[in-house]
């Protein structure tokens, strides 16, 4: 790639994208991408923010009080939903604590203390499950009015007693009352508690790597094809270099930076331009 067309990649951002709106660029972006809701980040193109809607790894640390964080929260563009429509969760596992390596999977990684998750009204409470199963979240409004079709809303997660030290897993989904909109892919949560960054981001990592399992990461909007419609976020996340919480989609390589190594994977799934 020579630098006029990378001259011309980068300038044409700032003419096509839409407009940047009042999105937190520290959430958890989501939109309809393929016929389904879609987890990603937000990315600063220029003067204007659009939603990367291929990360489903964010991470996040307690402390705004002890064991508690509403953020990242989740976040749309501005007609990106049915407005008055609801978007829900489901709780997919129960919380697993990390050992250093790894979230072990199996039932002897689940830790006696559990997650809960509010949000407004008592009923909307909800708490991680102590085994393996689905525990069907609440569901909160897609705005009306001014901001149609946006949604934002910041649940607050509190890990309950026996908290401690360390880092947690929490595996999400989305779901929506808009018809023919089906329910996200599983995306994953990792939280900190008094963790160091360095061990945080190992363990996102190690869920990218192990749970995650993307096969087709270059596909940097959702939309099943590496195009040019990637390369321009690919190449403003190379440009940057460093990613920032939740997430970073342009990193293709889990080493929290978007350089020379995923400039490889990038090109080697734009050479085959549909995702498997
Ligand atoms: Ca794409
Ligand atoms: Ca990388």
Not at 84 to 90: K, M, R, Y
Not at 138 to 155: I, M, R
Not at 187 to 216: H, I
Request: negative net charge; aromatic residues 12%; glycine residues 10%.
């Amino acid at each position: 790639m020579n630098r006029f067309s990378l001259f011309c990649a980068v300038s044409g951002v700032a003419a096509g994208a839409s407009s940047a709106g009042a999105q937190h660029l520290v959430d958890i972006a989501i939109g309809q991408a393929q016929g389904r809701i879609a987890t990603g980040v937000f990315q600063v193109q220029g003067v204007n923010v659009t939603p990367l809607l291929s990360q489903r790894v964010f991470i996040a640390e307690f402390g705004q009080f002890p064991g508690f964080t509403n953020s990242p929260g989740l976040d749309s563009m501005v007609g990106a939903f049915q407005p008055a429509s609801q978007i829900g969760f489901n709780i997919l596992k129960a919380l697993r604590k990390w050992n250093g390596f790894a979230f072990p999977q199996g039932s002897a990684g689940i830790p006696p203390e559990q997650m809960q998750i509010k949000l407004g009204p008592p009923a909307n409470t909800r708490l991680t499950p102590l085994t393996d199963t689905v525990v069907t979240g609440f569901s909160l409004a897609v705005s009306t009015g001014t901001n149609a079709g946006e949604f934002h809303h910041h649940p607050g997660f509190t890990l309950l007693d026996p908290a401690s030290d360390g880092l947690y897993l929490l595996e999400l989904q989305l779901w929506s009352t808009q018809s023919g909109l089906a329910a996200s892919e599983p995306y994953w949560m990792v939280f900190s508690q008094n963790a160091t960054e360095g061990d945080l981001k190992l363990a996102a990592s190690w869920v990218k790597e192990n749970l995650w399992q993307p096969t087709c990461a270059a596909d940097l909007n959702g939309d099943g094809f590496v195009d040019d419609a990637d390369f321009v976020p690919f190449v403003i996340g190379y440009d940057y270099l460093l990613c920032d919480p939740p997430g970073c989609p342009t990193d293709l390589n889990g080493d929290w930076t978007t350089d020379d190594a995923d400039f490889s994977i990038f090109a080697s799934q734009y050479d085959r331009l549909i995702c498997p």
